[in-house]
Every structure is written in structure tokens, then in C-alpha cells.
């Protein structure tokens, strides 16, 4: 079998069961599929290895962190220039946070930035609110932390996919 192929059938049924999880039986919970599909990205995008699995996670949860502490200070606020000062100052906080360097992937900040602010603003939810489903920083985490999973796991399951259904061809190597 193809590496495309064993990835769509992994990533799918993975994907299948992640949303079942999510609208039924951990609705309560007020975890969001596409965050979770959004940190499985990072992971890929990061390298797809398990030494990127470390990066992605890091740079997600900064993104989320500046993302929680913008919905604070935007709560302050209904000036649009001030949302705008807001937003911008905080995007370059979080890629100066690249400077440090288990921050140096700056798409999985901002995809953990974005994700947040955009939770919060469409919810109305609170920067101060932690709970579940409603704190946009509680709710991000887990589903990037269960997304960075998600993504690991998938590396490690299609080679061997692919390994066993693939005759006479070597399986490709994880790291």
C-alpha cells in the first residue's frame, strides 16, 4: 500500500473516532475537532517525527498562552484600533518567543494563537474563564494536546501500514 493511502485510511479512522469522542460521549467537554485536527497539522508540519512532536506541542501551547492573554486585554476594550494594537502586539510577542529556542516553530504559535482568539471572540468567551467548555485556553489545550498525540501516533502506525501490506519493498523508517 502507498504512504497516501495508508494515511488517508490511519488519519481518517482516527479523525472518525476523535469526532465521535467529541460530539458524544465528551460533548461535555466542549473540545473542538478542528483545533485537535489543527494541532495533528502542527505535528505534521513541524517535521512529523518524534523529535518535531516536542516542537509542535511547545510552540501550540505558547500560541495558545498569548492567545488567552490577548482575550484578557481585548475584554478590556471596544476600540478597533485598540483590538488592532492588541492583536498586532501580541503576534509579535509570540514570534518573538521564537527566540527561545523550543519556540522556533512559529506556525504551530500561530495556529495556537489564532485558534484561541478566534474561540473567544466567537463564544464570547472569557480570557479569565479556565473551565470546561468554555475557557478558551482550557478548551485549546487539550484539543492541541490531544491533536500533537493524534498526529504522533499516526507517524508511527502508517509505516507499519505500509510495511505490511507492501511485498518485497522495505518499510519506510520512523524516527
Known amino acids: 500500500m502507498k504512504v497516501p493511502v495508508a494515511s488517508a485510511l490511519v488519519v481518517g479512522l482516527v479523525g472518525v473516532v476523535i469526532t465521535y469522542l467529541y460530539v458524544g460521549p465528551f460533548a461535555s467537554l466542549g473540545l473542538l475537532v478542528p483545533a485537535t485536527f489543527l494541532g495533528a497539522a502542527s505535528y505534521f508540519a513541524a517535521g512529523g517525527t518524534t523529535a518535531t512532536l516536542a516542537s509542535s506541542t511547545a510552540t501550540n501551547v505558547w500560541g495558545i498562552v498569548c492567545g488567552t492573554v490577548a482575550l484578557v486585554m481585548l475584554s478590556h476594550t471596544t476600540s478597533?484600533?485598540?483590538?488592532?494594537?492588541?492583536?498586532?502586539?501580541m503576534t509579535a510577542v509570540f514570534i518573538l518567543g521564537s527566540l527561545v529556542d523550543a519556540l522556533g516553530f512559529v506556525p504551530g504559535s500561530v495556529i495556537g494563537f489564532a485558534t484561541t482568539v478566534l474561540f473567544g471572540l466567537l463564544t464570547g468567551a472569557s480570557g479569565t474563564d479556565f473551565s470546561l467548555p468554555t475557557g478558551p485556553f482550557t478548551v485549546m489545550l487539550i484539543s492541541f494536546l490531544v491533536g500533537n498525540a493524534y498526529g504522533w501516533a499516526g507517524s508511527q502506525v502508517v509505516p507499519r501500514v505500509v510495511a505490511a501490506t507492501t511485498t518485497g519493498e522495505p518499510a519506510p523508517a520512523t524516527a
Open 80 to 89: 478597533d484600533i485598540v483590538v488592532a494594537l492588541i492583536v498586532g502586539g
